[in-house]
């Protein structure tokens, strides 16, 4: 960017650039609000219907955006962070749990059991 000459006066963006960024900015919004609206319904229904987990379906979205090694760098400080706070110790001290997903269901009608630890 050039230096500013106060003498000169600071430019500034003209009246039509500027009224195109802004109906370009409205429009955008309501199409964003659109697009987050219809996915905020999708997944409610997914939590209230199909047993989705809200935060780790958030924490999925985030991992996914990220390119590979941002993901890696972050999936192994998740695990060290983890594992300091002492969270992994609080996560191993329950009775694992079996997690089922709709494939591996036999009869639709039967809901996912728990298991005790081993």
Do not use: N
């Given at each position: 960017?050039?230096r500013?000459?106060?003498?000169?006066?600071?430019?500034?963006?003209?009246?039509k650039?500027?009224k195109?960024?802004?109906?370009?900015?409205?429009?955008?919004?309501?199409?964003?609000?659109?697009?987050?609206?219809?996915?905020?319904?999708?997944?409610?229904?997914?939590?209230?219907?199909d047993?989705?987990?809200?935060?780790?379906f958030?924490?999925?979205?985030?991992?996914d955006?990220?390119?590979?090694e941002a993901?890696?760098?972050y999936?192994?400080?998740?695990?060290?962070?983890?594992?300091?706070?002492?969270?992994?110790?609080r996560?191993?001290?329950?009775?694992?749990?079996?997690l089922?997903?709709?494939?591996?269901?036999?009869?639709?009608?039967?809901?996912?059991?728990?298991?005790?630890a081993e």
């Amino acid at each position: 960017m050039a230096r500013k000459d106060p003498l000169k006066g600071i430019p500034q963006v003209g009246e039509k650039k500027l009224k195109q960024l802004i109906t370009t900015a409205r429009r955008t919004y309501k199409e964003t609000r659109k697009a987050s609206g219809e996915l905020g319904e999708a997944i409610s229904a997914a939590i209230e219907h199909d047993h989705l987990h809200r935060k780790a379906f958030a924490f999925i979205k985030a991992a996914d955006r990220m390119e590979p090694e941002a993901l890696a760098e972050y999936w192994h400080t998740l695990q060290l962070y983890m594992d300091m706070a002492g969270l992994t110790e609080r996560v191993d001290s329950v009775p694992a749990l079996k997690l089922v997903h709709d494939a591996e269901k036999t009869d639709k009608k039967e809901e996912p059991q728990t298991v005790a630890a081993e």
